[in-house]
């Protein structure tokens, strides 16, 4: 069946970094893009970044631009997100999805990952 985990999220001091990774398996992933998402506490999930089936159609919500980095290791059917200078309102669950459809909207996807955990504290 679909599958899609999460992993690598974890307690960091502001300003440090943090690689996510999201496995894949159960459908033909390198025809899938692959949106990450986050649901900070209190607050509705959004989408943070996007990737298309190859590493040239990417997309950033513009409070994450430049901070974090999105790439995909088809061979590996995995996708990761490369979290640098965090924040403290980066801290929630982050989510992975994957989708025929590309962009930072829920409904482009049909597969979700059940999240990891972000927080970013002193």
């Known amino acids: 069946q679909v599958q899609l985990v999460e992993s690598g999220g974890g307690l960091v001091q502001p300003g440090g970094s943090l690689r996510l990774s999201c496995s894949a398996s159960?459908?033909?992933?390198?025809?899938?893009?692959i949106g990450w998402f986050l649901q900070a506490p209190g607050k509705k999930r959004e989408g943070v970044s996007c990737?298309?089936?190859?590493?040239?159609?990417?997309s950033y919500a513009t409070s994450v631009a430049g901070r974090f980095l999105i790439y995909r290791d088809n061979a590996k059917k995995t996708v990761y997100l490369q979290m640098n200078n965090l924040k403290p309102e980066d801290t929630g669950v982050y989510s992975c999805?994957?989708?025929?459809?590309w962009g930072l909207g829920e409904s482009a996807y049909e597969h979700w990952g059940q999240g990891t955990r972000v927080t970013v504290s002193s």
């Open positions: 159960g459908f033909t992933f390198e025809n899938h893009a």
């Open positions: 999805a994957a989708g025929l459809w």
């Open positions: 990737i298309g089936s190859s590493n040239t159609s990417v």
